[in-house]
Nanobody, 119 residues
Framework: QAPLVESGGDLVQAGGSLRLSCKAP???????????MGWYRQFPGSERELVAL???????RYADSVLGRFTVSRDNGKRMVYLQMNSLKPEDTAVYFC??????????WGRGTQVTISS
């Protein structure tokens, strides 16, 4: 099983909402709590770009393009990270990847989930 497992990707109309979920089934709780978690996305032919991060303390960081529309959150007890996406635009269409960074700087990625927004 992959270390990070995303779900929730779908095809929705512009203006709609989606909630992505990411589970870390193989991560022990003490490690998960220490990780910075987040989401990146990748457009066809492009590098992955940051969407949102959430630190162990709950501090968040967003890409300018999603600020005010997307919200990242975490449930440490369930070892879950979420990305609530509202007011979706066609330009949000991408593969979304769950991301974890340990304090040692070790990075872990999920396999991605496709989000498609129709105009």
């Amino acid at each position: 099983q992959a270390p990070l497992v995303e779900s929730g990707g779908d095809l929705v109309q512009a203006g709609g909402s989606l909630r992505l979920s990411c589970k870390a089934p193989r991560t022990i709780l003490s490690v998960f709590v220490a990780n910075t978690m987040g989401w990146y996305r990748q457009f066809p032919g492009s590098e992955r770009e940051l969407v949102a991060l959430i630190t162990p303390a709950g501090e968040t960081r967003y890409a300018d393009s999603v600020l005010g529309r997307f919200t990242v959150s975490r449930d440490n007890g369930k070892r879950m990270v979420y990305l609530q996406m509202n007011s979706l635009k066609p330009e949000d269409t991408a593969v979304y990847f769950c991301y974890a960074q340990h304090p040692s700087q070790l990075e872990t990625w999920g396999r991605g989930t496709q989000v498609t927004i129709s105009s």
